[in-house]
């Protein structure tokens, strides 16, 4: 994505999003509720079309997506099997594999309507697996599970990106703990306000002292950096006392802020990359 924008209903959704995806990357945006999280991923993904900038991906790019949530009809008689194989045809050593992959192969028969928020996720990530994707997109997909439950979930992301090689996007509704193994975080506000890495959890004192220095590996943690502030009327704060209508970084030739404003693009020619 190159300075991809979308807007709509009298306003922009999303502006001068720059975002690109590598195979076997990991990328996790974060942001608040209405930041642009999922219009951002619905312009990577095709499902929507920019109003600005440009969004390519790789010819004949698989795949693999995890809603944040799957609301099934609770008198609906469907079993996991069933739903492994909606929408295409999946063999069975496959289906298996890929249950098995998430730790759930034991749940082929089960009603999906009968499992726990954990079990639903794995399910979900291993239908997501079975396609072998070269792109795997997951909507918070540790919701509704505890701590140690979404490490174990980190951790099989982790070990499918090894497998398969793939590029990694997480939507993360918390805004500080992410997946250890993040490549780069983007925090999102209607366009990108920082960009960075994340630090280990199991480095931080605090986080030792909790678990008695058995510190979680799989989560770490991002401090973010912004040198601007959202006003209640949406005009923009910036660092030396400016205001304007938005912080894309297009106005940023106008104001002296405490950041770089350039973007830094890998070679555009590589592999797979998702842009």
Same mark, same amino acid.
């Given at each position: ?52 900038? /440009? ?34 045809? @999946? ?29 639903? /996720? ?12 070269? @792109? ?25 990106? /090894? ?46 002292? @909790? ?57 555009? /020619? ?6």
């Amino acid at each position: 994505m190159r300075r991809a924008g979308l807007y709509a209903n009298g306003r922009w959704l999303v502006r001068g999003i720059d975002l690109a995806i590598a195979p076997g990357e990991i990328v996790t945006l974060v942001g608040p509720n209405g930041s642009g999280k999922s219009t951002t991923v619905k312009l990577l993904l095709g499902l929507e079309r920019p109003s600005e900038g /440009q969004v390519a991906r790789a010819r004949d790019l698989r795949v693999g997506y995890v809603p944040q949530r799957l609301a099934i009809d609770s008198n609906l008689p469907l079993k996991v099997a069933r739903f492994m194989r909606l929408t295409r045809a @999946l063999s069975h050593s496959d289906m298996v594999a890929a249950l098995d992959e998430t730790g759930v192969a034991h749940l082929t028969e089960a009603p999906m309507r009968a499992l726990s928020g954990g079990e639903m /996720q794995r399910v979900l990530i291993a239908r997501a697996l079975s396609l072998k994707p070269q @792109l795997l997109v997951l909507d918070e997909p540790a919701q509704g599970v505890d701590m140690a439950g979404a490490i174990a979930i980190y951790d099989l992301i982790a070990a499918a990106r /090894q497998r398969l090689g793939c590029g990694v996007l997480l939507i993360s509704h918390d805004l500080h703990l992410v997946m250890a193994q993040t490549d780069r975080v983007l925090c999102l506000n209607g366009h990108v306000c920082c960009e960075g890495t994340p630090e280990a959890v199991s480095e931080m004192p605090a986080y030792r002292t @909790l678990f008695g220095g058995e510190a979680p590996s799989g989560l770490a943690v991002y401090r973010h950096q912004h040198d601007h502030r959202h006003l209640p009327d949406g005009r923009v704060l910036h660092s030396d006392g400016t205001v304007t209508q938005t912080c894309d970084t297009h106005e940023c030739s106008h104001h002296h802020h405490d950041h770089d404003c350039a973007h830094h693009h890998a070679d555009d /020619q590589q592999a797979g990359k998702v842009r």
